[in-house]
């Protein structure tokens, strides 16, 4: 089975970080991810940058709009996933609790699936 590891972290969090502090958290991910990948249990892992640089789109009959991030109303944002293959829930969440980032943020475990069920 194939799961998806997002990490949602508070906005704003990464302008808190020092410079250093901010290479220290990704080095910890860097490892994190060479570690599931030793493992054979990596599919693909990603940071994605600030939400700032997003936009999102939204389309309702025939009116299309796009908004351009930051989101004022937007508590949270998701900073990175890990694609997993795992061959239980159990052991997503094993491997979650062992991301540095639930230290700083929250990791949403997630089992892929068609989205009708």
């Known amino acids: 089975m194939s799961y998806l590891l997002f990490i949602v972290e508070p906005v704003g969090q990464r302008a808190q970080r020092t410079p250093e502090e901010g290479r220290a958290a990704y080095a910890q991910m860097v490892d994190y991810a060479?570690?599931?990948?030793?493992?054979?249990?990596?599919?693909?892992?990603?940071s994605l940058k600030s939400e700032s640089e997003a936009v999102r789109l939204r389309i309702r009959g025939d009116e299309r709009?796009?908004?351009?991030?930051?989101y004022a109303e937007a508590k949270e944002m998701i900073g990175g996933f890990?694609?997993?293959t795992c061959?239980?829930?159990?052991?997503?969440?094993a491997l979650a609790a062992e991301c540095p980032a639930a230290q700083w943020a929250t990791v949403e475990v997630r089992e892929l699936g068609p989205c009708f069920l």
Not at 34 to 39: A, F, G, P, T
């Open 34 to 46: 060479e570690d599931l990948k030793s493992r054979g249990l990596l599919v693909r892992a990603e």
């Open 65 to 70: 709009s796009l908004v351009d991030g930051p």
């Open 82 to 84: 890990f694609l997993l």
């Open 87 to 93: 061959e239980t829930r159990e052991e997503a969440l």
